[in-house]
């Protein structure tokens, strides 16, 4: 169901219509960060654009009363302190974007977070309530895993899924480590950041489900599983025309049937396995060479472990039978992976008596990419919404999510706030300040 900003923020909502405004005016702003002229953005972990909006952030925050910290990794938190010494519901996403990609993807969840605690702020302070957590609006660091590897760094480190100093000493193509990027532009910080007592994440969709069943909020129960693979082909370099054809090993011509070989992994297990390759780079790389090296990222997603684990093993084979046949030697490193971790059932049916008492249309999906709350989810109890992606379209710059979706999102994330910061889903803390 589709309703219109305007009775989004008329009806005996937490967001008004001045809320409203406010909130897209600033979308507005951030989508300026690195925009491309097509309607995307290209604002990479820690490059000038991801710099500028951190920098427009951290204002925005301060603006609001919020105090800004950044962790070790460069995770950016904008803390609402209520509760002295209470723990806190981190509640955000990540600003950092794929090149030339979309400008939801990520920064819609870090504003609609701001802007619920905005709201928040404003209520509690109303009222005189002092909840049981306090907040932390956060901007994760490197999400997408564009420029730094492995994606969701900076929620990996914060969770204990990845050891800091990996992650500091990562290495973008022209070798500038994490640790240089995030030390120039001022954002390596101290300490683990606030402890976390729940989480909670809104999104795009990056599919279709929502679009085509007419739903405006998306109830992640589940991630698909993932693994992913760092290959180097390694072949002989020699001349491309005098060099006679059976004396070649051509590591290109490897590596391009191991990206057949991935996508007839997907035809063989269709709708629950997709597999890609998105990144590769040749060595020369030149006219007159038959290339001696290809590295190439290979990633499977799947909505059953057994089938993924199926495919992994036929992928193996596939590579033993490119070795023989192109005389390649093939050398694969599973680099990431997650297995399909649901998220506590009990978020799940929070979000959706929210979404149900504010007049909304809502269903439960499992969410193909990876995000933050992946991680966060195994540390403490995580709410992950979508909100619908027109087409499906993700990574690439006619990403689009409707006004009216956005706004009705912010909504319901902000009254899911409320409540986690009230105890939702915490043990009730008892009179003396303990934990019944
Ligand atoms: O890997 C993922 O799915 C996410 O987009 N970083
Ligand atoms: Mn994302
Ligand atoms: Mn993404």
């Keep these: 169901m589709q309703k219109s900003t305007e009775a989004v923020a008329t009806r005996g909502s937490t967001i008004s219509l001045e809320n409203a405004a406010d909130f897209l005016r600033d979308f507005e702003t951030m989508s300026g960060f690195g925009a491309t002229g097509n309607g995307g953005v290209d604002r990479q972990a820690a490059s000038d654009a991801d710099v500028a909006q951190r920098r427009w952030l951290a204002d925005r ?27 806190y519901l981190v509640v955000g996403s990540h600003m950092d974007s794929q090149p030339t990609a979309g400008k939801y993807d990520g920064a819609y969840g870090v504003l609609a977070a701001a802007h619920a605690a905005f709201r928040l702020a404003e209520q509690w302070a109303a009222e005189g309530t002092v909840p049981q957590h306090n907040l932390a609006v956060v901007n994760w660091f490197n ?11 900076g929620s990996a480190v914060y969770t204990g899924l990845l050891p800091l100093e990996a992650a500091l000493a990562t290495q973008d193509r022209t070798g500038v480590s994490v640790a240089e990027a995030l030390g120039a532009a001022g954002f390596l910080g101290q300490g683990d950041g606030p402890v976390a007592a729940c989480c909670a994440e809104i ?7 929502l679009e085509n069943a007419g739903t405006t909020i998306g109830l992640v129960s589940a991630t698909w599983a993932a693994s992913k693979y760092r290959v180097v082909v390694h072949g002989d370099q020699a001349h491309s025309g005098a060099t006679v054809m059976a004396d070649r090993r051509d590591a290109l011509y490897g590596a391009s049937l191991l990206v057949v070989a991935a996508r007839e992994l997907a035809d063989r297990f269709p709708g629950i396995l997709h597999t890609a390759v998105g990144q590769l780079d ?31 093993t036929l992928l193996r084979e596939r590579i033993a039978e490119i070795e023989r ?44 990419a990876g995000h933050d709350s992946t991680n966060m989810k195994g540390l403490v109890p995580t709410v992950m919404l979508f909100v619908p992606s027109v087409d499906g379209v993700s990574h690439n710059e006619r990403e689009y999510t409707r006004d009216d979706d956005l706004v009705a999102g ?18 009730a803390r008892s009179t003396e300040g303990g934990v019944e």
């Design 325 to 368: 046949t192109s005389g390649v030697t093939i050398v694969s490193e599973l680099s990431h992976e997650w297995g399909i971790d649901l998220y506590q059932p009990e978020g799940v049916e929070l979000a959706r008596g929210v979404a149900e008492r504010l007049g909304y249309a809502s269903g439960e999906i499992l969410t193909v």
């Design 282 to 312: 040749v060595y020369p790389n030149s006219p007159v060479v038959v290339a001696s090296r290809v590295e190439l990222l290979l990633d499977l997603r799947c909505a059953d472990e057994a089938v993924l684990a199926e495919a992994n």
């Design 143 to 153: 999400e997408e895993g564009s420029r730094f590897t492995p994606s969701m760094m």
């Design 203 to 209: 999104h795009i969709e990056q599919g279709r489900l």
């Design 61 to 87: 925050l301060e603006a609001h009363g919020l105090r800004v910290e950044y962790d070790r990794i460069g995770n950016q938190f904008g803390l609402l302190e209520l509760a002295p010494g209470a723990p």
């Design 410 to 427: 912010l909504e319901v994330l902000t009254e899911i706030v409320r409540r986690l910061a009230e105890g939702a889903l915490s043990p």
